[in-house]
């Protein structure tokens, strides 16, 4: 069974960068559909960023585009998301998750059977 951990996350200043990574163990990730989602304090969860199995195709919410990259390295079994003009309204807690076998990039976290621990990401001013 695959498991995902999340790392990464931390206090950095308005304006600035962040990288989170995902690293899936106990098998491949490489048939993975794999997003990232985030949760802030007293909100509903939301998608932020996904990438599809080969790495080719990625969505973006419109609030990070331009300021967020999603990437993958399927030999390491990793994950990223590069994030960058950070805003006081990225706070949250970010997780990972991942559909097997989906060659598409849903935005619904419903549609993900594997999720991460979550890494807190603290945005000040």
């Known amino acids: 069974q695959v498991q995902l951990a999340e790392s990464g996350g931390g206090l950095v200043q308005a304006g600035g960068s962040l990288r989170l990574s995902c690293q899936a163990s106990?098998?491949?990730?490489?048939?993975?559909?794999m997003t990232w989602f985030r949760q802030a304090p007293g909100k509903e969860r939301e998608f932020v960023a996904g990438?599809?199995?080969?790495?080719?195709?990625?969505r973006y919410a419109d609030s990070v585009k331009e300021r967020f990259t999603i990437s993958r390295d399927n030999a390491k079994n990793t994950m990223y998301l590069q994030m960058n003009s950070l805003k006081l309204e990225d706070t949250a807690v970010y997780y990972c998750?991942?559909?097997?076998?989906?060659?598409?990039?849903?935005?619904?976290?419903?549609?993900?059977?594997?999720w991460g621990q979550g890494t807190q990401v603290t945005v000040s001013s």
């Open positions: 998750a991942a559909r097997a076998w989906s060659p598409y990039v849903y935005t619904t976290g419903n549609d993900y059977e594997l």
């Open positions: 106990g098998g491949t990730s490489i048939s993975y559909a």
């Open positions: 990438i599809s199995p080969n790495g080719v195709n990625s």
